[in-house]
């Protein structure tokens, strides 16, 4: 269902992440709010871009945090995983090249998030305000532009020889 419904998918990403944006734009004008340096030029699209508040919260939920590392890399490797298994209906196996995308991909984002604690330390985190470039790039680029690879080998099987695998 997944990647027969991937434009789709993407779509609502698209559609939700702008409306994110939208609302914590929204919200960053009340009393109180803490704003960050760089979206806080007065220049409302450049403001909208880049997030006027700091860490919006959403029913006491730092959005930003939340935004930056779980539906993004979670989608993008249940993408992976999506596409692996398409391919595995397709040719009743799943080639190497798929596997080594998978589990190298796979590896990245179960380091991102077991040491998830280090991403209070990036620029996004304590810098960058939470606004459309943050709200997109979370949301839909991340999972719907990583999983390239592996949407590629799904419709493009690629079984890699053994000088390959070993390089």
Not at 109 to 133: C, H, Q, S
């Amino acid at each position: 269902w997944i990647t027969t419904n991937f434009i789709t998918l993407t779509t609502a990403a698209i559609i939700f992440s702008t409306l994110l944006a939208v609302v914590v734009y929204i919200m960053s004008f009340a009393q109180g709010a803490l704003l960050a340096h760089g979206g806080n030029s007065g220049v409302a699209v450049y403001d909208f871009w880049m997030g006027r508040e700091l860490n919006p919260r959403i029913a006491g939920m730092d959005v930003k945090e939340f935004c930056e590392l779980y539906p993004g890399m979670i989608g993008w490797g249940l993408l992976n995983l999506a596409f692996a298994y398409q391919q595995y209906k397709q040719l009743g196996y799943v080639t190497n090249a798929m596997l080594l995308v998978n589990v190298f991909q796979l590896w990245y984002i179960a380091d991102g998030l077991y040491n998830e604690k280090a991403i209070l330390t990036t620029m996004d985190i304590t810098t960058d305000g939470f606004g459309f470039m943050l709200s997109f790039g979370d949301l839909a680029w991340v999972p719907f532009t990583f999983c390239t690879q592996a949407r590629y080998l799904a419709d493009y099987p690629r079984q890699l020889s053994t000088a390959a695998l070993l390089a």
